[in-house]
T-cell receptor, first 115, second 115 residues
Framework: AQTVTQSQPEMSVQEAETVTLSCTYD???????LFWYKQPPSRQMILVIR??????QNATENRFSVNFQKAAKSFSLKISDSQLGDTAMYFCAFMKQGTGNQFYFGTGTSLTVIP | EPEVTQTPSHQVTQMGQEVILRCVPI?????FYWYRQILGQKVEFLVS????????KSEIFDDQFSVERPDGSNFTLKIRSTKLEDSAMYFC?????????????FGQGTRLTVV
């Protein structure tokens, strides 16, 4: 079975500062993808960043980057130069091969960016 | 930008009643999903749907639930004889492929409250 754990229910960060959201997962699969999705208040979940397990290089999308530690089964999200629009619920998710794109989600981290 | 839309945003129903949650996926997508999130818990996979049939379903998706694509645009989740524990946020999603790592696009959710 696959499990995803986000141990920080709530976090806050000052505008322009850097924040890291943690995520750990458990799986026996060798090939899988990890995702971070963002859900602003009353809005859709949108993809922030994804990482293939076979790729050693950490994924980066503008101000968002991940620290993927495969052996430790850790997948943290770093947000640099935090902006007010980054205020949202952030979900870490896992996808394994052969499950029809089924996501396994964590419980989410609510991030507030303080002006 | 195309997006997945869900209606209604909030539905209150009496225990034992039937509800239909509606979703309009992105028009050129072929794969459709329902997830739910009970308050304070993880977002959980319910079902995936492709080519007018269910491709995967979780153990949550029992005979009480059904999905349908009644026309070329809508994708519905029907819950028969609702129970208090069906109270949750229900998310619809769609994708244009089913390869590992494919991004899913989510709707904003329907909050179902069973009283």
């Amino acid at each position: 079975a696959q499990t995803v754990t986000q141990s920080q229910p709530e976090m806050s960060v000052q505008e322009a500062e850097t924040v890291t959201l943690s995520c750990t997962y458990d799986t026996s699969e060798s090939n899988y993808y990890l995702f971070w999705y963002k859900q602003p208040p009353s809005r859709q979940m949108i993809l922030v960043i994804r990482q293939e397990a076979y790729k050693q290089q950490n994924a980066t999308e503008n101000r968002f980057s991940v620290n993927f530690q495969k052996a430790a089964k850790s997948f943290s999200l770093k947000i640099s130069d935090s902006q007010l629009g980054d205020t949202a619920m952030y979900f870490c998710a896992f996808m394994k091969q052969g499950t029809g794109n089924q996501f396994y989600f964590g419980t989410g981290t609510s991030l507030t960016v303080i002006p | 930008e195309p997006e997945v839309t869900q209606t209604p945003s909030h539905q209150v129903t009496q225990m034992g009643q039937e509800v239909i949650l509606r979703c309009v996926p992105i028009s050129n997508h072929l794969y459709f999903y329902w997830y739910r999130q009970i308050l304070g818990q993880k977002v959980e996979f319910l079902v995936s749907f492709y080519n007018n049939e269910i491709s995967e379903k979780s153990e949550i998706f029992d005979d009480q639930f059904s999905v349908e694509r009644p026309d070329g645009s809508n994708f519905t989740l029907k819950i028969r004889s609702t129970k208090l524990e069906d109270s949750a946020m229900y998310f619809c999603a769609s994708s244009d492929g089913q390869g590992l790592g494919t991004e899913a696009f989510f709707g904003q959710g329907t909050r179902l409250t069973v009283v």
